[in-house]
């Protein structure tokens, strides 16, 4: 047990949960940054092909925002039962089990 009263199976726990939801996130924004990254460079490169300056990139990046969302929220439903089980665990093993005070650990002993 540590000083606060939790075991080290529960901060383990809530330190793979940490990194899960870090994981989720870094994955999130980099398929964001690519996909926006790849929607711009075509337009671009469209534009510069027939000479129309602002039109395929404003079209494509907007176009690029739904495909984004929609991703991002296929990313996090695939990772979110691991996430609820890690949260489970993080909880704590046994829900009925409440943490003990300084007083009560003494008392114990």
């Known amino acids: 047990m540590t000083q ?3 075991t080290p199976d529960k901060d383990r726990a809530e330190r793979a949960l940490k990194v899960a939801l870090v994981g ?4 999130v924004g980099c398929l964001t940054l690519l996909i926006i990254s790849v929607a711009l460079i075509a337009g671009l490169w469209l ?3 027939f000479q129309t300056r602002p039109l395929f990139a404003l079209v ?3 176009a690029s925002v739904p495909l984004t969302l929609y ?7 695939s990772f979110a039962p691991r996430i609820q089980m890690l949260s489970s ?3 704590g093993m046994n ?3 409440e943490p003990k005070s300084g007083a ?3 008392e114990e002993t």
């Open 4 to 6: 606060d009263g939790r």
């Open 24 to 27: 989720v996130i870094g994955q």
């Open 47 to 49: 534009d510069n092909q």
């Open 60 to 62: 494509f990046v907007l």
């Open 71 to 77: 991703l991002m929220f296929r990313v996090v439903l």
């Open 89 to 91: 665990d993080a909880g």
């Open 95 to 97: 829900q009925e089990e």
């Open 104 to 106: 009560d650990v003494a």
